[in-house]
């Protein structure tokens, strides 16, 4: 057998040149950005060259190489089919056989004929080659994107959060009201469950660039939710310069409003119906299933609340390395952006259906995971840019939406005597690792799973970080999400958190230690507390507890700031509403850790 | 005639290994800024390749090329040279892999069809490799010998 190589896609800045040590009527070039044939002397295709070893190589190879205008050779690729291994295309550069790789394949099997695909990214000044099964260089439209990895712990806005979570630190209504708001998910996502794609709407913000909308309208405007799922692209990737065809914006007033919201606090958006991507390499990049991705946008889902944007989750979008992000260069954004979108909102959907079919089987965290790689394999898809075909795999992008919107769902589903959920703040520079240091009564029914596929928890908050939005880089805090229940018809839950609190900025050393406490007892009041100083029995914590809706400690740091450790319940005793509405002993808590 | 190469001298920092696509038997290797013997499988010299033209590269040229072992074994660079039998054994080279932009080698002394002589090697992280042929049946005192 042998392997045939139909044609060549040079989509590099420079002329390429194609030749056959085996063949020199093989010989082709092609300019930069354009697709020839490797017809050779007949005109069908050129046989590549077998070559099992080094003593075989000079002889038995085809190069590639790429020429810039002041006829320098900027690199090469040497690629022959090995045929002491079942023909496996195999590359080298700069014509010597070292550091023998696979070539990597794209678009199914190669035997039946390929082309090959060289990319450059001139930032790096590093090229990349790759094959494309099938016989004409459409083929190559089968562009491999994935999303990048999210954890289970949500992102939420610095810019949109810290004050209402410091607000709700207060305790009783503060903190009554804030869950509340949240809680409503549980209807949300009974509405996109009921509807299923007339939930979402195909819409497109003020500029004309494609989003993805669901809204669930209350009783008045101002009882309103909605999922706002949108896209940026990375820094260096647009070219506004270069107009693309123009789409009308939404005129309904109520749908303008939500697109703005989840615009809103945002940095400057790098997205614009008018423009063409340049295919630049943007900055940064990710490994998922072994391959690596240069991230080309960012997508992002938001929640609002009426018209307040009050969670969102940023997951990279990335093209595999292999192929390079030049193969985009002229394509135009919106066309890039609508297929993705729809994509990811059929993750989403099997998330929600996952989420109340399966949440009574299994631990809570075994649910989530299993529910989780569901949506993204939902995710994987296939789209079309302007007769450009693509693929998305997975990733964990909706990892972080599974945890949000569990959280009320699950507790509506306990059926205990009691209940607690808890939303953990880290709003610090910080990393917390936290353990279970003691518990009397209840159990942990849900917490930050550690991943797809893994019914293990979490056990460090990551500290806050800047990522990118746009063209800018916005500061971001970690939330964790937990919840409890009582295990028994004659006790409620009470427990002890101790915490850990390192800088990942100076090599994790210690900043400080803590513990917090809650004790939710079957009859009379409920007590809580928090410490920079746990006992060495950390059970002497329970007799610190206080009958309070809030309480707080303070640390002096070395760098002259304050570390502030709050705690808070929303009520004290009594029934409450589930997110359901159906009432029960549910109690909602924060936890804060944040500097000043 | 032919060209006869006895030794190079790697003046780069990379592992740089010598390849002839003619005999596999002739292949060594120099540490950074050590030179060595080309004797090949006889022990006294390498014949240079002959070539003329494109359709004759492949397998008719020598290879000397750097490794960076400290980078997953990345091709640095790789100078591919040979004796040009149409223009009175003159020595050529091209860089990548590829006979284009081909060029004389610099040549370190006057050295006529056949005299012993050896190629020294450097590189310029800005311009790239370059390579000097010098007359000689050994590298001189300061060449990395030794």
Same mark, same amino acid.
């Not at chain 1, 038995?60 to 790429?66: I, K, L, R, S, T």
């Not at chain 1, 996502?189 to 497109?204: C, D, E, L, M, P």
């Not at chain 1, 309103?224 to 647009?238: K, N, R």
């Not at chain 2, 790789?78 to 050529?92: G, K, P």
């Given at each position: ?452 596929? $893994? ?7 990551? &500290?806050? =970080?800047?990522?990118?939005? *746009? /063209? +800018?880089? !916005? %500061? ?67 007799? $610190? ?7 707080? &400690?303070? =640390?002096?740091?070395?760098? *002259? /700031? +304050?570390? !502030? %450790? ?31 | ?146």
């Amino acid at each position: 057998m042998t392997q045939h190589i139909y044609w060549l896609s040079n989509q590099t800045p420079f002329t390429l040149y194609f030749e056959n040590s085996q063949s020199s009527a093989d010989a082709t070039s092609a300019l930069p950005g354009v697709d020839v044939m490797t017809g050779g002397a007949d005109g069908n295709y050129c046989n590549v060259p077998d070559c099992s070893a080094q003593p075989y190589f000079y002889a038995n190879h085809m190069n590639a190489y790429a020429v810039d205008a002041d006829n320098n050779v900027i690199f090469s690729f040497s690629f022959w089919a090995n045929d002491a291994n079942n023909e496996t295309l195999q590359y080298s550069y700069d014509g010597v056989y070292f550091n023998v790789q696979n070539l990597p394949t794209y678009n199914g099997d190669v035997t039946a004929g390929f082309g090959i695909v060289i990319t450059y990214d001139s930032d790096a000044a590093v090229a990349a080659i790759a094959a494309y099964a099938g016989q004409t260089p459409e083929s190559k439209s089968a562009l491999p994107f994935a999303f990048g990895e999210q954890d289970f712990y949500p992102n939420i806005s610095s810019a949109v959060w810290e004050q209402q979570i410091m607000a709700a630190e207060a305790g009783g209504q503060a903190t009554a009201a804030f869950f509340t708001e949240q809680n409503q998910l549980y209807q949300f996502v009974q509405y996109v469950n009921g509807a299923g794609q007339a939930a979402w709407i195909s819409s497109t913000d003020a500029d004309g660039n494609p989003c993805m909308i669901a809204i669930l309208e209350g009783g008045t405007q101002e009882d309103t939710i909605s999922m706002v799922v949108t896209g940026d692209a990375v820094p260096g990737m647009f070219d506004t310069s270069q107009a693309a065809a123009v789409e009308t914006p939404p005129t309904d007033p109520r749908i303008q409003a939500i697109i703005a919201a989840a615009y809103q606090n945002r940095p400057s958006p790098n997205r614009h119906r008018y423009s063409r991507l340049t295919g630049d390499q943007g900055a940064g990049g990710f490994t998922w299933a072994g391959g690596n991705y240069n991230t080309v946008a960012s997508i992002t889902t938001t929640l609002v609340y009426n018209d307040t944007p009050a969670w969102y989750l940023t997951v990279p979008l990335g093209l595999a390395s292999t192929v390079g992000t030049y193969v985009l260069r002229g394509v135009i954004w919106s066309a890039l952006l609508g297929p993705i979108l729809r994509g990811l909102v059929v993750g989403l959907e099997y998330l929600f259906q996952g989420l109340v079919g399966l949440l009574p089987a299994g631990s809570a965290a075994q649910v989530l995971a299993a529910i989780t790689a569901r949506a993204c394999l939902a995710t994987t898809q296939n789209g079309a840019l302007a007769g450009v075909t693509f693929s998305i795999t997975g990733g964990l992008a909706v990892a972080g939406v599974v945890v949000l919107i569990a959280l009320p769902i699950i507790l509506g589903l306990v059926m205990h005597e009691s209940s607690q959920t808890l939303r953990f703040y880290n709003l610090t520079l910080y990393d917390i690792q936290w353990t279970l240091a003691n518990i009397v009564y209840g159990v942990l029914s849900s917490g930050p799973a550690s991943s797809v596929g $893994s019914p293990f928890v979490l056990s460090v908050i990551p &500290a806050g =970080q800047y990522i990118t939005m *746009g /063209q +800018t880089q !916005t %500061l971001v805090y970690r939330e964790a999400d937990f919840s409890w229940a009582s295990n028994s018809q004659i006790h409620g839950i009470q427990y002890i958190l101790a915490l850990t609190i390192t800088d990942p900025a100076n090599n994790g050393a210690l900043v400080a230690n803590a513990a917090i406490a809650f004790n939710i007892p079957w009859s009379g009041e409920n007590s809580l507390a928090a410490t920079f100083s746990p006992p060495s029995d950390i059970t002497d914590l329970y007799n $610190s507890t206080q009958q309070g809706l809030s309480e707080a &400690a303070t =640390q002096a740091l070395a760098n *002259g /700031q +304050t570390l !502030t %450790l709050t705690v808070t319940y929303d009520y004290l005793d009594g029934e409450h509403p589930l997110p359901s509405g159906q009432p029960a002993y549910t109690y909602n808590s924060l936890v804060v850790l944040s500097t000043a | 005639m032919t060209q006869h190469i006895y030794w190079f001298s790697n003046q780069t920092p990379y592992t740089v290994y010598f390849d002839n696509s003619q005999s596999a038997p002739d292949a060594t290797s120099a540490q950074p800024f050590q030179a060595v013997m080309t004797g090949g499988a006889n022990g006294d010299y390498c014949n240079v390749p002959d070539c003329s033209g494109q359709q004759y590269f492949y397998q008719y040229h020598m290879t000397l090329f750097g490794v960076d072992v400290e980078n997953d074994n990345t091709v640095v660079f790789a100078v591919m040279f040979w004796a040009n039998d149409y223009q009175s054994e003159v020595l050529q080279y091209s860089l990548n892999g590829a006979y284009f932009n081909v060029k004389d080698v610099t040549l370190g002394g006057t050295i006529n069809d056949g005299d012993p002589f050896g190629m020294v090697l450097s590189y310029d992280s800005d311009s790239g490799p370059d390579i000097t042929a010098v007359p000689g049946a050994a590298p001189p005192q300061g060449a990395g010998a030794g």
